[in-house]
């Protein structure tokens, strides 16, 4: 069972990025897949969420209206479309994958997921 992340580089302020979540060994369209980040210095934060079963997002007030969280179930992958990105959206990003139905109060909640992937980062230069 294994997550890889990918798509994170360098890019200026209001580029966009695409990341992709690919899972092997297990089917992505049972588990709720998140999105977390972490800045140097900061805790890791949730940024985007698609719950299994209806697919119904998540997205931490920051990110709204600039990033999209879509789901491929034929190639096994979720992705993170991220738009108009800013300095403060540097960060390793994370995907992970977990059994959980969340709600509002739990889908950023890091220790709700069962498998994560290695991370990648996104620099924004301003």
């Known amino acids: 069972v294994q997550l890889q992340a990918s798509g994170g580089g360098l890019v200026q302020t209001g580029g966009s990025l695409r990341l992709s979540c690919a899972a092997s060994?297990?089917?992505?369209?049972?588990?709720?897949i998140t999105w977390f980040r972490q800045a140097p210095g900061k805790e890791r934060e949730g940024v985007s969420c698609i719950r299994r079963s209806d697919g119904y997002k998540y997205y931490a007030g920051s990110v709204k209206g600039r990033f999209t969280i879509s789901r491929d179930n034929a190639k096994n992958t979720v992705y993170l479309h991220m738009n108009s990105l800013q300095p403060e959206d540097t960060a390793v990003y994370y995907c992970?994958?977990?059994?959980?139905?969340?709600?509002?109060?739990?889908?950023?909640?890091?220790?709700?997921?069962?498998?994560w992937g290695q991370g990648t980062l996104v620099t924004v230069s301003s």
């Open positions: 060994g297990f089917s992505l369209d049972y588990y709720t």
């Open positions: 992970a994958a977990g059994v959980i139905r969340p709600i509002l109060s739990s889908w950023a909640n890091p220790g709700a997921y069962e498998y």
